[in-house]
Structure formats: structure tokens, C-alpha cells
């Protein structure tokens, strides 16, 4: 990376960054890994020739995203091994038949995880001045819609055949699984430090705001509309905001 986005930053700063830029690396190889798996299953499963090719498309989109966040992690002092294949769990519960299982696990990756990833993105791009991070946070949100989308197809096709609602009750242990338990827990000065945001970094209490927030505008409205239940997730919601923890 260019200096310009990490140039004078305090010591604690930059490695917060380092480490976050780091961890998305390794989240953006197994988005690479689950969508060429997803495309797998689609086409298994029946779905349209465009939302294989899709899901397809996604997954290189997802391998250059990892090469952006490297270079990025890189510039502000980590190390990034050049090639690694992350494991790829099984993420839908056992019992499903694979038209379940498939839509469970683009929901979860693509309506939930891909539309709290846009979130984050944008209040980024609200913050960020380094032309070379702005140039990076641009192309990942480019490309995050369009994954995204693939989600809300997915899950209205399926609703149109009448088979999401068995989805409801599962929406929790989908949002449990995409955060870290540290969302709901106080941070530290550093992970409050509103430098941060200058390096592509959301504070801690930024962070809540944004999943909160994409959550009641974008995910619940959206699941609801595809008859998805969102009674038990909004739950999980408000339980997870006043746990004793905060
Ligand atoms: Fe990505
Ligand atoms: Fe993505």
C-alpha cells in the first residue's frame, strides 16, 4: 500500500488496523470458498444458469478482495502468507436437505453477512480521506451489492415456490454466527478510537450502530418481505443489546 493512508499513524493505531485488515484477508478467501461451493450446490439444486454464473463471478470477485485486503494489511506491518486455503465449515444445521441447506447458507452469507459488510463500507466511505483506501473501499462495495443481490434472489425465488418460512426460527444462530461476541461488549480506548476510521476501521460502538442499523432498515424489512419470520432474530436483537455485558 501507499503510505498515505497509514503515514504518522500512532503505533497502537496501526497495528489495530493491521489486524483488522489481516482478519478480512482471511474472511474474503473463505467468501471466495463458499461461493464457488454455493455454485456447486446451486446448479445441484436446479437454480437459473445466471445465479450459478453469479455465485461464480462472486467468488473471483471475493479472491481479489483477499489480494486487496493483504495488500492493505501488508502496508501497515502485517505478514500475509502469499497462498492459504481456509477450511470451510458447514454453516446450515444438520438435517436440512440441500435446497434448505443451500438457502440457509446464502441468507446467512449473502442477505445477512454481505448486507452488513455494505453497511460497514459505506460509513467507511463517510470518513475516509486516503485516496488509495477510498480507491479500495469503492471496488469492495462495487462488488458487495452485487453479492448481496444474489441473497434477495435467491430468497425470493424461493419464496416464490413457498419454502422460506421454515427459515425464521434459525435467523438467530445466523446472526450469532456472523459477528464475534466482542460486538456487544464495551472496547477498549484504542477500539474507541475514532482515528481508526481513517484507516478503514470502524470503532467498536461504530460497529454496533452499523449492524444494528442494517438490521432494522435492511435485513429484518427484507426477510420479512420474503416470509421469513424476523420475530425470533429481532429478539436475539434486543437481548444482545441490554445483555449485562454492555
Ligand atoms: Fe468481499
Ligand atoms: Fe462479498
Redesign the pocket.
Given at each position: 500500500m501507499s503510505a498515505d493512508a497509514d503515514a504518522g499513524a500512532p503505533g497502537s493505531l496501526r497495528s489495530l488496523a493491521a489486524a483488522a485488515w489481516k482478519f478480512r484477508w482471511l474472511v474474503?478467501l473463505e467468501?471466495e470458498a463458499r461461493f464457488a461451493r454455493l455454485a456447486q450446490r446451486l446448479e445441484q439444486i436446479g437454480a437459473g444458469r445466471e445465479m450459478v454464473d453469479l455465485a461464480r463471478r462472486?467468488s473471483q470477485?471475493?479472491r481479489r478482495?483477499a489480494g486487496l485486503c493483504a495488500e492493505l494489511a501488508t502496508g501497515y506491518g502485517e505478514s500475509v502468507p502469499r497462498e492459504f486455503s481456509p477450511r470451510l465449515r458447514e454453516i446450515a444445521p444438520r438435517g436440512l436437505l440441500l435446497r434448505g441447506q443451500v438457502l440457509y447458507e446464502v441468507v446467512a452469507s449473502c442477505c445477512i453477512t454481505?448486507t452488513e459488510?455494505m453497511g460497514v463500507l459505506t460509513a467507511l466511505l463517510e470518513a475516509v480521506r486516503s485516496p488509495r483506501l477510498r480507491q479500495v473501499l469503492h471496488e469492495l462495495a462495487r462488488?458487495?451489492v452485487r453479492?448481496s443481490r444474489l441473497g434477495w434472489a435467491h430468497l425470493a425465488a424461493e419464496y416464490a415456490q413457498g419454502t422460506t418460512a421454515f427459515l425464521g426460527p434459525l435467523v438467530p444462530a445466523m446472526l450469532e454466527g456472523s459477528v464475534g461476541p466482542e460486538l456487544f461488549t464495551r472496547g477498549s480506548p484504542d477500539d474507541e478510537d475514532e482515528g481508526l476510521l481513517e484507516h478503514g476501521v470502524l470503532t467498536r460502538r461504530r460497529k454496533l450502530e452499523v449492524f444494528r442499523g442494517t438490521l432494522e432498515e435492511v435485513v429484518f424489512p427484507g426477510l420479512d418481505r420474503f416470509g421469513v419470520d424476523t420475530a425470533p432474530a429481532r429478539a436475539w436483537l434486543t437481548d444482545k443489546l441490554h445483555a449485562p455485558t454492555r
Amino acid at each position: 500500500m501507499s503510505a498515505d493512508a497509514d503515514a504518522g499513524a500512532p503505533g497502537s493505531l496501526r497495528s489495530l488496523a493491521a489486524a483488522a485488515w489481516k482478519f478480512r484477508w482471511l474472511v474474503e478467501l473463505e467468501a471466495e470458498a463458499r461461493f464457488a461451493r454455493l455454485a456447486q450446490r446451486l446448479e445441484q439444486i436446479g437454480a437459473g444458469r445466471e445465479m450459478v454464473d453469479l455465485a461464480r463471478r462472486c467468488s473471483q470477485d471475493e479472491r481479489r478482495h483477499a489480494g486487496l485486503c493483504a495488500e492493505l494489511a501488508t502496508g501497515y506491518g502485517e505478514s500475509v502468507p502469499r497462498e492459504f486455503s481456509p477450511r470451510l465449515r458447514e454453516i446450515a444445521p444438520r438435517g436440512l436437505l440441500l435446497r434448505g441447506q443451500v438457502l440457509y447458507e446464502v441468507v446467512a452469507s449473502c442477505c445477512i453477512t454481505e448486507t452488513e459488510s455494505m453497511g460497514v463500507l459505506t460509513a467507511l466511505l463517510e470518513a475516509v480521506r486516503s485516496p488509495r483506501l477510498r480507491q479500495v473501499l469503492h471496488e469492495l462495495a462495487r462488488d458487495e451489492v452485487r453479492h448481496s443481490r444474489l441473497g434477495w434472489a435467491h430468497l425470493a425465488a424461493e419464496y416464490a415456490q413457498g419454502t422460506t418460512a421454515f427459515l425464521g426460527p434459525l435467523v438467530p444462530a445466523m446472526l450469532e454466527g456472523s459477528v464475534g461476541p466482542e460486538l456487544f461488549t464495551r472496547g477498549s480506548p484504542d477500539d474507541e478510537d475514532e482515528g481508526l476510521l481513517e484507516h478503514g476501521v470502524l470503532t467498536r460502538r461504530r460497529k454496533l450502530e452499523v449492524f444494528r442499523g442494517t438490521l432494522e432498515e435492511v435485513v429484518f424489512p427484507g426477510l420479512d418481505r420474503f416470509g421469513v419470520d424476523t420475530a425470533p432474530a429481532r429478539a436475539w436483537l434486543t437481548d444482545k443489546l441490554h445483555a449485562p455485558t454492555r
